[in-house]
C-alpha cells in the first residue's frame, strides 16, 4: 500500500474508534499527553504517531494495534441498545470490584489517578466491546 493510503487509512481508523468511543481530539492529546495539534495531525492522515504513541492510542481505544494500521473489516456485528445497556452494567461491576475496600486499583501500592482510571475504565468498555462483537459474530447463525 502505498504511503499516503496508509497514513489516510490509518487516519479512518482513528476517526471511527474515537467515534465509537465518543472520545474528543483533545481528550486524546490529554490522554496521550501530546499536543492537540499532533493529534489533529494523525486524524486528519498528514502524519503517524511514533510507535510507543501508536501503542497507547491503540489501548486507549481499546482496539489491537493492526485494528489502527489496517483497512476495515464490514463484517463485524453492530451492538444493539440492549448490548451496550449489558456492557455498561458489567464494566461498572467490574470498576466497582476494583474500587471496594480500598480497592484493587493500585498502581505500585498507590491508588490511581483519575486520568488512569478512566483510561483503565475505557480500555475495559473497549474489551468488553469487541468480546460481544466477536461472540455475536461466531454464535449468530448465518
Do not use: H
Not at 499532533?38 to 498528514?46: A, Q
Not at 497507547?56 to 453492530?78: C, F, H, I, N, T
Not at 452494567?89 to 478512566?118: I, N, S
Amino acid at each position: 500500500m502505498e504511503e499516503k493510503n496508509k497514513k489516510m487509512t490509518m487516519a479512518e481508523n482513528i476517526r471511527r474508534y474515537m467515534g465509537e468511543r465518543k472520545l474528543t481530539r483533545r481528550q486524546i492529546a490529554q490522554q496521550l499527553g501530546v499536543p492537540y495539534s499532533t493529534v489533529c495531525e494523525w486524524v486528519s492522515g498528514n502524519a503517524y504517531p511514533r510507535m510507543e504513541k501508536m501503542e497507547r492510542l491503540a489501548a486507549l481505544l481499546g482496539v489491537p494495534l493492526s485494528a489502527l494500521l489496517e483497512e476495515e473489516k464490514q463484517d463485524m456485528p453492530q451492538l444493539t441498545p440492549r448490548d451496550q445497556r449489558d456492557i455498561a452494567k458489567k464494566l461498572q461491576e467490574a470498576m466497582d470490584l476494583l474500587e471496594e475496600d480500598g480497592g484493587a486499583a493500585l498502581f505500585e501500592g498507590e491508588p490511581l489517578d483519575p486520568e488512569t482510571k478512566e483510561l483503565l475504565r475505557q480500555s475495559l468498555k473497549n474489551q468488553l466491546e469487541m468480546t460481544k462483537r466477536l461472540a455475536k459474530q461466531k454464535f449468530t447463525p448465518k
